[in-house]
């Protein structure tokens, strides 16, 4: 089974400090995505990522950066956390293919205070 | 620009009985389809997906949908309802023309099985 992991479940960040959320991969997928996931809003995609270093804007990239050093790693950075980016946060994985489906991991709910 | 709309934002039903989960789709190309479920404090699981041939296609864990191309639309469908299928059901598109490969995701839509 593909596995997606994120490295925190839960993060607690003070406004202005600048977060890191990592997604590992372990099936070797060209593309990685990043959502956030909000109620009543559903998934937005942040930043998506074809290969490595090379990555795309979303729906709402605005604040946020990524990077893709490895394929099988991708970060999302908060350069400066607000409390508007409180969120679950999504990433996902999947193979350069139109039909293929993305596999998630289990999220980080971060809440900036 | 691709959509999706999921029109209820709840749907209760009783176990045992059929269920339906709604979804409606906007692409300019060919439209590629999936669904996808969420339980609770984890991530998005794959259902089942739509790209070509039989408008009606089988998923994961009993679940079916069908295309219809003249409504735009996707439901998702379960002959006998289980509590265990409780959960968040997101309905997405994306559009098959060559260069784009974003995939789009309806606000979802939460399922409550009721004993």
């Known amino acids: 089974d593909v596995k997606v992991t994120q490295s925190s479940r839960y993060l607690v960040k003070r406004t202005g400090e600048k977060v890191f959320l990592e997604c590992v991969q372990d099936?070797?997928?060209?593309?990685m995505f990043w959502y956030r996931q909000d109620p009543g809003l559903g998934l937005r995609l942040i930043y998506f990522?074809?290969?490595?270093?090379?990555?795309e804007k979303g729906d709402i990239p605005e604040g946020y950066s990524v990077s893709r050093e490895k394929k099988e790693r991708f970060s999302l950075i908060l350069e400066s956390a607000s409390t508007n980016q409180t969120s679950m946060y999504l990433c996902?994985?999947?193979?350069?293919?139109?039909?293929?489906?993305?596999?998630f991991g289990n999220g980080t709910r971060l809440t900036v205070t | 620009a691709q959509s999706v709309a999921q029109p209820e934002d709840q749907v209760n039903v009783a176990e045992g009985n059929p269920l339906t989960v709604k979804c409606t789709y906007s692409?300019?190309?060919?439209?590629?389809l999936f669904w996808y479920v969420q339980y609770p404090n984890r991530g998005l699981q794959f259902l089942l997906k739509?790209?070509?041939?039989?408008?009606l296609v089988k998923g994961s864990y009993g679940f079916e949908a069908e295309f219809n191309k003249s409504q735009t639309s996707f439901h998702l469908k379960k002959p006998s309802a289980l509590v265990s299928d409780s959960a968040l059901y997101f309905c997405?598109?994306?559009?098959?023309?060559?260069?784009?490969?974003?995939?789009?995701f309806g606000t979802g839509t939460r399922l409550t099985i009721i004993p």
């Open positions: 996902a994985s999947g193979r350069n293919s139109y039909n293929s489906p993305l596999h």
């Open positions: 099936m070797d997928h060209e593309n």
């Open positions: 990522s074809y290969d490595v270093k090379m990555k």
């Open positions: 692409v300019s190309g060919n439209p590629y």
């Open positions: 739509y790209i070509t041939g039989d408008n």
């Open positions: 997405a598109v994306r559009d098959g023309t060559k260069g784009n490969e974003k995939l789009t």
